[in-house]
Every structure is written in C-alpha cells, then in structure tokens.
T-cell receptor, first 118, second 110 residues
Framework: DTEVTQTPKHLVMGMTNKKSLKCEQH?????MYWYKQKAKKPPELMFV???????INESVPSRFSPECPNSSLLNLHLHALQPEDSALYLC?????????????????FGPGTRLTVT | KNEVEQSPQNLTAQEGEFITINCSYS?????LHWLQQHPGGGIVSLFM???GKKKHGRLIATINIQEKHSSLHITASHPRDSAVYIC????????????FGKGTKLTVNP
C-alpha cells in the first residue's frame, strides 16, 4: 500500500467555523507533512512531524493547529480562518532515519483537500 | 540561496511527440524529485534520483550532479500526460524541506 489518503476532498467553511483535515498512511512512514498550495504555485511547507513530534513549523499562523495522534494519522485543525487561507492542502509522508531526519527519502503525497473559506 | 529553475514554463505538444522538461538548481543537493500534478488534483511522485538515469514506462529522468541539472523526458506523449510537472530538490545533508521549482505546464493535444 503506497497510498496517502486525505479527507474530506472538499471543504467549505465560514470564518467562525472550526474544522479538521485528516491524513492517513499505512506505509510505516514516520515523517508526515502538511503543505499549502495556492493556484498555479508550488506547494509551501507548513509543518513536519517526525516520530509523532513536531519537527518543523514554518511560521504558520496559530489558526492552523497540527496534531499527530499516532504514526499513521495526521490532522490539521482549523479555526477562525481567513478567505486568503483558501487553497489546496496536501499531506505527504516519507520514511525517516533513526536520528529523526528524513535524509533522502521519497515523499508520497495525498490527493489533497480543497478548502474554501467564505 | 537554494533556487530551482524549470524550463519551459509552458509546453504544448502534439500526441506522439518526444517531450523534454528541464530543471536547474543552484546549490549541491542530495537528490531531486520529479512530481506530476493533474489539474485540480494531488501530487504524484514520478521519480526521486541522486545520480544517473531512471526509467518508468514512457518516462525517463536524468540528472547531472556536476552540472546541477536534471531533465524529464516523455516518449510518445499522450493527452493524459497533460499536467504540471514539478521538480523539487532535497538539499545536501538531507532535509525534510523540499525546494520546489515553479512547475512546467504540459498540454498534449490529440
């Protein structure tokens, strides 16, 4: 199984709503990533979890709150978002070294959640 | 500063043509990804390579570490190959942070 799954596929939310994006993989990968992608732009890294611990936060606003409850699951909790947060949110996973660094392991991406904030 | 440049930005071809997309990077890297993204869709990893050449079906990726350059070739192109192709490098020493190019939008007409 080389699949990363993401739910929901589409999400429309108001600026006062609280919602969550979910990502799951069963490849035994211990590094998981959240990316944000605006139209016609490459993905931008938001967060990296390594061995269920947050290892990289790319100065993401606190209205985005990641959570890694176990080695297969990654959540992104959303609260008080702005319309400019509308984007495709991609999850990815990869193997990682025993020191916690991903080195040159290939990243596998999910299909993304298309988020619209109204 | 690690920068990744892709060319061309847009490419239109007729079905059956041989396609080449180029990627240049500015600093030493550990490896380079070639990624494919269909309109409105998620990203598929096509290749990760750190030297030489890899082939999968009609797709071939090459990398020249000394020249800091990689190419993605598509033989016998088909309309279903229409997508954005993105190269992304992994900086030397290993890192979770990929450095992405801006992508090449390929359209293959029947």
């Amino acid at each position: 199984d080389t699949e990363v799954t993401q739910t929901p596929k589409h999400l429309v939310m108001g600026m006062t709503n609280k919602k969550s994006l979910k990502c799951e993989q069963h490849m035994g990968h211990r590094a998981m990533y959240w990316y944000k992608q605006k139209a016609k732009k490459p993905p931008e890294l938001m967060f990296v979890y390594s061995y269920e611990k947050l290892s990289i936060n790319e100065s993401v606003p606190s209205r985005f709150s990641p959570e890694c409850p176990n080695s297969s699951l990654l959540n992104l909790h959303l609260h008080a978002l702005q319309p400019e947060d509308s984007a495709l949110y991609l999850c990815a996973s990869s193997q990682t070294g025993t020191s916690g660094r991903s080195a040159v392991y290939e990243q596998y991406f999910g299909p993304g959640t298309r988020l619209t904030v109204t | 500063k690690n920068e990744v440049e892709q060319s061309p930005q847009n490419l239109t071809a007729q079905e059956g043509e041989f396609i080449t997309i180029n990627c240049s990077y500015s600093v030493g890297i550990s490896a380079l990804h070639w990624l494919q993204q269909h309109p409105g869709g998620g990203i598929v990893s096509l290749f990760m390579l750190s030297s030489g050449k890899k082939k999968h079906g009609r797709l071939i990726a090459t990398i020249n570490i000394q020249e800091k350059h990689s190419s993605l070739h598509i033989t016998a192109s088909h309309p279903r190959d229409s997508a954005v192709y993105i190269c992304a490098d992994i900086p030397q020493g290993g890192s979770e942070k990929l450095v992405f190019g801006k992508g090449t939008k390929l359209t293959v007409n029947p």
